[in-house]
């Protein structure tokens, strides 16, 4: 596509619950990203896929979280048993080759958890 | 803990004047250096990228990398009111594989 397509843009959702975050990167980039951005505050990294190789998962801040991105394109991030602490925006990003080229970031999903 | 540095701002510079945003790094390992544009409510935009010490120049806009005193600088010429955002900078480090840490970002305000 022409972006990076993520859905849904706004999401509230009550403690407890299980969420799915999905991100469709611009075609033909290999790496993907993961981030997520609370109010005021800058980005926080989360996971990053890069081709077939093995996802580097090493931001992932609790056992809740887990992604996953199927056929090397799109990617689920998905979060169990929601906390209020997980309000933020989770922002996706896509590039050509990997992380020492921009990247372009999709409109993110605003994900409230009440 | 690789860490990016900025000044939180906000910085406020009259219309036609230089804004000057500044980034530090802890890792002298670090590769490419970028600065992101993020105007409030939207997700960040790439506006440059630097990769070798000196300057890089684009339209109004100049990065700076020295990479000797870990210090990033981007330049905005004849400031408008439309480049006020909150600017990111970003640093390509290895910390058990590559990847790109962020700074919070300086909020920059360019007054009519």
């Known amino acids: 596509g022409a972006g990076v397509s993520q859905s849904p843009s706004n999401k509230v959702t009550e403690k407890g619950k299980d969420v799915e975050l999905r991100c469709d990167p611009i075609?033909?980039?290999?790496?993907l990203y993961w981030y997520r951005q609370s109010l005021g505050q800058g980005l926080e990294f989360l996971i990053y896929?890069?081709?077939?190789?093995?996802?580097?998962k090493s931001g992932l801040p609790s056992d809740r979280f887990s992604a996953e991105r199927t056929g090397g394109s799109v990617s689920t991030l998905t979060i169990q048993r929601t906390q209020q602490e997980d309000s933020a925006v989770y922002l996706c990003?896509?590039?050509?080759?990997?992380?020492?080229?921009?990247?372009?970031f999709g409109s993110g999903t605003r994900l409230t958890v009440v | 803990q690789k860490e990016v540095e900025q000044n939180s701002g906000p910085l406020s510079v009259p219309e036609g004047a230089i804004a000057s945003l500044n980034c530090t790094y802890s890792?002298?390992?670090?590769?490419?250096f970028f600065w992101y544009r993020q105007y409030s409510g939207k997700s960040p935009e790439l506006i440059m990228s630097?990769?070798?010490?000196g300057d890089k120049e684009d339209g109004r806009f100049t990065a700076q990398l020295n990479k000797a005193s870990q210090y990033v600088s981007l330049l905005i010429r004849d400031s408008q009111p439309s480049d006020s955002a909150t600017y990111l900078c970003?640093?390509?480090?290895?910390?058990?594989?590559?990847?790109?840490?962020f700074g919070a970002g300086t909020r920059l305000f360019v007054k009519a």
């Open positions: 990003a896509s590039s050509f080759k990997g992380s020492g080229y921009g990247y372009t």
């Open positions: 075609s033909g980039h290999t790496a």
């Open positions: 896929f890069q081709g077939n190789s093995a996802p580097d």
């Open positions: 890792d002298r390992g670090s590769q490419s």
């Open positions: 630097i990769y070798s010490n």
């Open positions: 970003a640093v390509n480090s290895w910390n058990g594989g590559f990847k790109t840490i």
